[in-house]
């Protein structure tokens, strides 16, 4: 008696240290999945959002951003290859995960560079015509649209509808913009030099000066010395 | 009775009867002590009794078992051989002859054989006296069965196993149980060896063989088995304490495997989900960076 059950005692030790083993095992399987998993959706929207957008970034912006995917990507093979030996890859997930949350954050930067360089032209227009009483309903409609689209601030598309609503936004910006279109250029730019504080005598031509005068803007100016404080 | 137990013990009851009348120096002839004996037994019917219970009284275990060997023993033709010593038990026999004397209700018809040419002195007799009246039965029964359960035990826990592979199963389990941190109290078995275990079934199958030979074989067995059979009761302890542990851990870790569940095939399963999830995040990768992987060398 003593002899069998303590054969089978033995065996019941090892066999439980063994499922011991399986278990905790298994429990660092389920912990990478539950790393890839949650990894899994920031990856999507990042290579969905850079997808959409590469096109219209700066070529250098679109080799920096690739190549921090790139990165990215050799993280994760080197974690499934590691994985056959070291089940808990966990450690590793979060290094991609940390990965992946800043290139999100830089997919978006280059998103809002591109946005505001988009936007940033009819905004100066907006702050020269505004200027013009007899054009404001149009500035109001300019106004309207500019701030009607996307924030330049907000994130970098993840999704067709949302890169399909920014150009239909840029659309109805240029729309806008277009009934500024009669402004004789001569009278444009010297009112954008105006804006920008850099006007001298020498742009108010006698074209500019006739404009201003047809609809009587004239008394809308002031001349002063330059460089006086 | 074989003529030289009989003479031997036809000897020793003078030293009863001389016990009853101290300053007795010599031996009585067979009729004399007849003679005596008869008057003790007229004086008190429990004569026999009283006085073995006295010479009971005045034994030293220590002292009977060893003048036990030594008397019982004496080898025909050693140093005190019967020729010179007048005196020779053959262990055996004597047991034997005791066993048929308790049978006849310790009767002493079968005294009558001859006993001319024996001399045996007076302290040679007190010493035999001393031996047997040892093997008077009082409380065998009880140690006897106590011993038989201990070899019921015993063989229980051994079952059809030998020491050795007993002592080496203890070992290896010990071991096996210090290696996986296992806490015991049973440490104490390791300690048991192969001969301290043949020992305790040899006395244990000596004390059960006796004990189906009647009370003075037994009471004989007893006698000599005395100073082990603590030691035999504590190593048979030693293991059933140890079987039990074993017995107890065993259920214990089955019911904990039962509870726990786990197998090789859940593994398999969760690792296949797993790697599934890795190609599918990688395959996440080709819409954007391997598309851009020439452009971004460029």
Sequence with gaps: MIVENAANLRAGYERLENVKVVQTRVQHIRDTRASLEELEGPIREATTAFGLIRDRLPIEERIRLTRRLELLAGIIQRSEKDFATHPRQ????????????AILGEIDQAWQGYARAQTAGYWDLLGIVRRLPDLAPQSAALHQALVAMDPPSQAAPRGDARLRA?????????????????LPTPVLTFLTLVAQEQASLAHLTPEVLAW???????????????GLV | MAPAALGALERLLPLLIENRVPGRSSLPTPTEWRQELQA??????????????????????????????????????GPRSPEQSGVFLDAATALDELEAFQADGWQLTGFDAKTDGW?????????????????????????????????GRLDRVMGTSDEETVVGAIG???????????PNQVAGAGRLEIKQIAE????????????????????????????????????????????????????????????????????????ELTGTAYRRILGAFPSAAPALTGEGRS
Aim: hydrophobic letters at 45%; a neutral charge; charged letters at 30%.
């Design chain 1, 90 to 101: 966990v450690q590793n997930l979060i290094s991609a995960e940390n990965t992946v949350k």
């Design chain 2, 119 to 151: 001399t045996v002195t007076w302290a040679q007799l007190a010493d035999a006296w001393r031996i047997l009246a040892r093997f008077v039965p009082s409380g065998n029964a009880e140690a006897a069965g106590r011993l038989l359960e201990e070899r």
């Design chain 2, 40 to 77: 003790i037994k007229r004086r008190s019917p429990t004569a026999w009794q009283e006085v073995t219970d006295r010479l009971w009284q005045r034994v030293e275990p220590a002292a009977l078992h060893k003048t036990l060997r030594a008397s019982l023993n004496l080898a025909r033709g």
């Design chain 2, 200 to 271: 305790a079934r040899r006395r244990l199958r000596a004390v059960c063989s006796a004990a189906g030979r009647g009370d003075v074989v037994l009471s004989a067995t007893l006698a000599v088995s005395k100073p082990t059979i603590d030691e035999v009761s504590a190593t048979v302890a030693e293991l059933t304490t140890f079987a039990d542990f074993v017995s107890n851990e065993l259920d214990a870790v089955e019911a904990e495997l039962a509870r726990i569940g786990v197998d090789d095939a859940s593994e398999r399963t969760e690792a």
């Design chain 1, 166 to 182: 920014f150009d239909d936004g840029l659309g109805r910006i240029r729309d806008r913009a277009r009934a500024f279109s009669a």
């Design chain 1, 212 to 226: 201003l005068d047809e609809h009587d803007y004239l008394s809308s100016f002031d001349v002063r010395f330059a």
């Design chain 2, 172 to 182: 290896e389990t010990l071991q096996t149980m210090s290696r996986y941190q296992k």
